[in-house]
Nanobody
Framework: QVQLVESGGRLVQAGGSLSLSCVAS????????MGWFRQAPGKEREFVAA????????YYTDSVKGLFTISRDNAKNTVYLQMNSLEPEDTAVYLC???????????????WGKGTLVTVSS
């Protein structure tokens, strides 16, 4: 059973930047695609970004394209989410996920982290 631990969430002003990290343990990290979801207060959980096991391909929800960047370091068992030009609507708990395959859309999600809170003030 893989364990995912997110960090990096904090209060930031609108227009600012933030980098989130997720460290995985318990499985061969480099074999699986990873991703980020977020859940804002009172809203459903939504997909943010994902990256294939090798890091060769990444995917984003439309609202964050060009603003957020997902990356991974397989030597450190870590996936990152760099968030730029943050707005109050980006306020949410950000959750790290592991997929069941190397490619994002060929399998389901096998594990979820507990999340890290990002609050963007106006």
């Amino acid at each position: 059973q893989v364990q995912l631990v997110e960090s990096g969430g904090r209060l930031v002003q609108a227009g600012g930047s933030l980098s989130l990290s997720c460290v995985a343990s318990g499985r061969t990290f480099s074999a699986y695609a990873m991703g980020w979801f977020r859940q804002a207060p009172g809203k459903e959980r939504e997909f943010v970004a994902a990256i294939t096991s090798s890091g060769s391909h990444s995917y984003y929800t439309d609202s964050v394209k060009g603003l957020f960047t997902i990356s991974r370091d397989n030597a450190k068992n870590t996936v990152y989410l760099q968030m730029n030009s943050l707005e109050p609507e980006d306020t949410a708990v950000y959750l790290c996920v592991e997929y069941s395959t190397a490619w994002v859309f060929q399998g389901g999600i096998t594990s979820w982290g507990k999340g890290t809170l990002v609050t963007v003030s106006s």
